[in-house]
């Protein structure tokens, strides 16, 4: 199956850590060069066409005014920030890919939209202390590896009484489930898993004193392809980066178990009644105020 173009809106996931070869060891600044070639591997761009139904009702939960300076950390292929610029905000989106973020840009540019896509870490953001009024992460930030940097960086840079918003795949959800699948053939990286971000006690501890009005609520998220599950895994293995690296750090045996027990779990979750795959998965909603700074 090969896949060109992208399909019309419907939604789908991040589905795996963003390093799924063995990463213990490696000194800080090769870690950020492996996670970034991982992410920059593949077509997210299409991949991402794919999220867009997804995180819309996200993002109009928030309820942020119209012209609200928003930060999309972690954004892609700007899925979210065009999202957000269509509906009136200020938008600057960041992200370590910067093949993707060139991608963005591009799709902006068509739409007429004012969005400023620039390369940035999660855990280094190159902003100035309050200089939004939301900061937002749709399954993003939580793949960075060292999380309580993650947390004080999106508080930084919000405002007090802005909105920090983020979405986290839980431990239980389905894509807990694919990477327990994916775990049985590919060792941990040794970096802290991203779902921790999707438990509601971990996310309470991390962002601490720094916010309040902290709601936490469980939602639904609804994968829906024009294809079978099988073709769902082919898909992933060619456009989303670290699936494609996974698949490639395996032998050939390797490769067939792996696609194997994908396709198992996408069948086994699939409700769609008629060709196509549509699969629900749980994330953690987070929400919160950031508070003012101390004096």
Wanted: hydrophobic share 45%.
């Amino acid at each position: 199956m090969t896949f060109t173009t992208a399909p019309a809106a419907v939604g789908t996931m991040t589905v795996a850590p963003p390093a799924l070869t063995d990463l213990k060891g490696l000194a800080l600044k090769e870690l950020k060069q492996k996670l970034k070639e991982n992410w920059m591997a593949g077509d997210y761009d299409l991949f991402a066409r794919y999220m867009e139904q997804g995180s819309e009702p996200f993002y109009n939960r928030l309820d942020l005014p119209r012209s609200a300076r928003v930060l999309d950390v972690a954004c892609g292929a700007g899925q979210l920030a065009l999202i957000a610029a269509r509906a009136g905000a200020r938008v600057t989106g960041c992200d370590i890919a910067t093949n993707w973020i060139e991608r963005a840009r591009t799709r902006a540019a068509r739409e007429k939209l004012d969005i400023a896509f620039e390369e940035g870490d999660a855990e280094a953001l190159p902003y100035e202390t309050a200089s939004f009024d939301a900061v937002i992460s749709f399954v993003g930030a939580m793949f960075a590896p060292r999380p309580e940097l993650v947390a004080a960086e999106l508080a930084r840079v919000c405002r007090p009484g802005g909105i920090i918003a983020m979405a986290n795949w839980t431990p239980g959800g389905f894509v807990g489930k694919m990477f327990a699948a994916i775990a049985k053939h590919i060792a941990p990286g040794g970096m802290p898993s991203p779902l921790a971000w999707g438990h509601e006690e971990t996310v309470r501890r991390r962002l601490g004193g720094a916010v309040s009005n902290l709601e936490l609520n469980r939602r639904i998220f609804v994968f829906e392809y024009p294809f079978q599950p099988q073709n769902v895994v082919d898909f992933f293995q060619a456009t989303y980066g670290p699936m494609s690296r996974a698949f490639a750090a395996l032998d050939l045996e390797g490769r067939a178990a792996l696609q194997r027990d994908l396709i198992r779990l996408w069948f086994e979750n699939n409700t769609a009644t008629k060709n196509g795959t549509r699969v629900e998965a749980e994330y953690l909603e987070v929400v919160a105020t950031r508070r003012k700074f101390a004096a």
